[in-house]
């Protein structure tokens, strides 16, 4: 088989395929010597050759060490020919309540173990003839999983961050993977915050570990951190200090403050001692804030502190989100801050020395992780206040109405990914303005919205980029795109008012665009209002109820006849519904194939309507279900 064959074929399998990228990440996170305890138990090495029990759940507070033991564990496992392992990083934002919830997982596992088949492997030829690629919910993809596992001895699959498993979830997948005690070559490896659901434990064999970071973990993970703010070398003496860091850690491993790396050596080590000596006796919620207040203040005292704020915050929200967060989003994102460096632009290094021990860059996809999730937590917690948020939505806004962007969206695939590619952080600005909004809503905000608005070219292009695949790497978007394309997704036509609905937007903002004269009953190219937007809104709505206030018809029909309502039965809430009907809208004017469609897709408005008198079908389903 060729080689563009093979790439063909794994970008068919999983498009945009994160897992490069994830063990990119694990490999910079490695510890050298780290972790050996863990590998030498007599338990984990029976798990390891063993069939039963199938199911590694390790599990612990934030900061014990599971990704560390993950990324040895992967490693360990490729050091042995005959089996195969795939690994799969869930964000904060991934839940499991149920098997369809790791398809995305699993198409990853899949293409994964496919990359890691020998060459002349028979399995090959049938995986190239396929002409549709099969989705975890179809049993051919379970017999190809299956047959491709197959090639191997074991294989193990590595899922970690996955604090939001459900028993059915679980179940359901163990079972698809192994579906009996024996014959089934698959070991599967949990880390998460939680236990292994009760109901499962006890109903299935699992090999679980409650872990706290290994004491001589933290040792060599202090003296990393030391070498890596200072860069001296820490591998010898101060036995005592480092033993006093052991016991303070009490087993997590603690943020280590990014000292400058001019501060002296004696310096350095005295101020370690103090935060030590300080936080001894002390309970473990208020060791940690000892140490990510210190941290905290060598940022405040540098000279960088403006910039690595910017780009922790920005690190963090990604995250949180199931981004990636880039290097040129990075740098986009300073000038968008209006944060610059003896009033010029900031470069790579100096942003890595800035930021130099509070995060991991990978130099071969430019990403950016925070170093410790303790930190990252009391950020969010006590520095990455209202303020922070409401000065991120207004630097989208003023970036997103900039002239770069105003003369409209781009006509095809190529010149679309051409604008990501020169505008890095556009994506994540467009994608992000929304949710955001939910949160905070800066005190500029009816200018902002109205500079963003003013020009029918720079709402295209928002929406364009809101809907476009994130460009966190040039392949991942590329294969991304080659399998769906995106840039015609959004609806052209849109007003400030079809905006204003399309953000959820205040009372305050309807009635300033009132105010200003705009167009309350104005179409889009589907030939939709405003309020037919806002009927879609599935929670808080007081965009409907100020459009309405405002005098918006809500009997305004679009080009297939359907009205507000009709929007409102099947995409929006009870509330809106009432609110619409109380205003004149018609409920028996809606169409069967809507209401059929409300049944399907919203139980609650489907039983309103019912207790209103209109003949809603039954979803049969969900009657079978019940």
């Not at 200090?241 to 997590?252: A, E, I, K, R």
């Not at 704020?309 to 290097?327: Q, S, V």
Request: proline share 4%; aromatic share 10%; charged share 25%.
């Amino acid at each position: 088989m060729s080689s563009s064959d093979r790439d063909q074929l794994l970008r068919r399998l999983c498009p945009g395929d994160r897992s490069e990228s994830w063990l990119q990440h694990y490999e910079r996170v490695r510890i050298p010597g780290s972790c050996q305890w863990f590998l030498d138990d007599p338990k984990t090495k029976g798990w390891l050759q063993n069939d039963i029990p199938s199911l590694l759940w390790l599990h612990g507070p934030s900061a014990t060490g599971k990704t560390f033991l993950c990324s040895r564990l992967f490693e360990h496992i490729k050091e042995r020919n005959d089996d195969a392992a795939a690994f799969v990083e869930f964000t904060n934002s991934h839940k499991q309540h149920n098997k369809a919830d790791f398809y995305h997982a699993l198409t990853s596992v899949f293409r994964q173990l496919v990359s890691r088949l020998p060459s002349k492997s028979g399995v090959w030829k049938e995986l190239i003839a396929l002409e549709d690629t099969p989705y975890p919910d179809d049993d051919e993809f379970s017999k190809l999983l299956h047959l491709v596992a197959s090639e191997f001895d074991k294989v193990f699959i590595v899922f970690d961050n996955a604090n939001s498993v459900t028993e059915v979830a679980l179940r359901d997948l163990m079972l698809s993977l192994n579906p009996s005690d024996s014959g089934s070559n698959f070991r599967v490896v949990f880390a998460s915050q939680n236990a292994c659901p009760s109901g499962f434990s006890v109903s299935h064999q699992v090999f679980e570990i409650h872990l706290r970071a290994n004491d001589e973990d933290v040792e060599v993970y202090t003296i990393q951190a030391l070498i890596t703010v200072s860069h001296r070398d820490f591998s010898t003496a101060h036995d005592t200090l480092l033993q006093n860091m052991v016991q303070v850690s009490d087993g997590l491993f603690l943020p280590i403050p990014p000292w400058s790396a001019g501060t002296p050596t004696p310096e350095l080590l005295a101020s370690l001692d103090k935060l030590v000596n300080s936080s001894r006796e002390a309970p473990t919620s208020e060791r940690i804030n000892v140490f990510c207040k210190e941290a905290v203040r060598q940022i405040t005292t540098s000279q960088w502190k403006d910039m690595v704020f910017c780009i922790l915050y920005h690190i963090i929200n990604a995250f949180e989100a199931g981004y990636t967060f880039t290097m040129p989003m990075a740098l986009e994102a300073l000038d968008v801050w209006q944060i610059s460096h003896d009033e010029k632009d900031f470069s790579t290094s100096e942003v890595l020395l800035g930021c130099h021990g509070l995060i991991y860059y990978g130099e071969d996809d430019e990403s950016m992780r925070i170093t410790s999730p303790l930190l990252g937590e009391y950020l969010k917690r006590v520095v990455f206040d209202i303020d922070y948020d409401k000065r991120s939505i207004a630097g989208f806004m003023r970036y997103l109405s900039s002239d770069s962007f105003a003369q409209g969206a781009a006509k095809s695939s190529a010149p679309l990914r051409e604008r990501l590619q020169k505008h890095r952080y556009l994506w994540f600005a467009a994608q992000m303005l929304g949710p955001s909004l939910q949160t905070a809503i800066p005190d500029t905000f009816v200018d902002d919205f109205i500079r963003l608005s003013s020009r029918n070219g720079s709402i295209e292009s928002y929406l364009q980029a809101a809907e476009a695949w994130p460009f966190e790497s040039q392949a991942s978007y590329d294969e991304l795109e080659e399998d769906q394309e995106r840039w015609g997704v959004f609806t052209p036509g849109y007003g400030p008012f079809h905006l204003a609905a399309h953000l959820v937007a205040p009372k305050f903002l309807i009635d300033a665009l009132v105010a200003r004269g705009e167009d309350l009953e104005a179409r889009d190219s589907d030939g939709r209002t405003a309020l037919h937007l806002a009927a879609e809104i599935d929670m808080e709505n007081s965009t409907l109820q100020a459009l309405i206030e405002a005098g918006s018809n809500v009997l305004a029909e679009d080009n297939l006849g359907n009205t507000p309502l009709s929007y409102a039965v099947v995409e929006g809430s009870v509330e809106s519904v009432k609110a619409l009907l109380a205003h004149g809208a018609d409920a028996s004017a809606l169409d069967e194939e809507t209401l059929e469609q409300c049944g399907q897709d919203n139980p609650d408005i489907a039983t309103y309507l019912r207790e209103l008198g209109i003949d809603v079908p039954v979803d049969a389903d969900s009657d079978m279900e019940e």
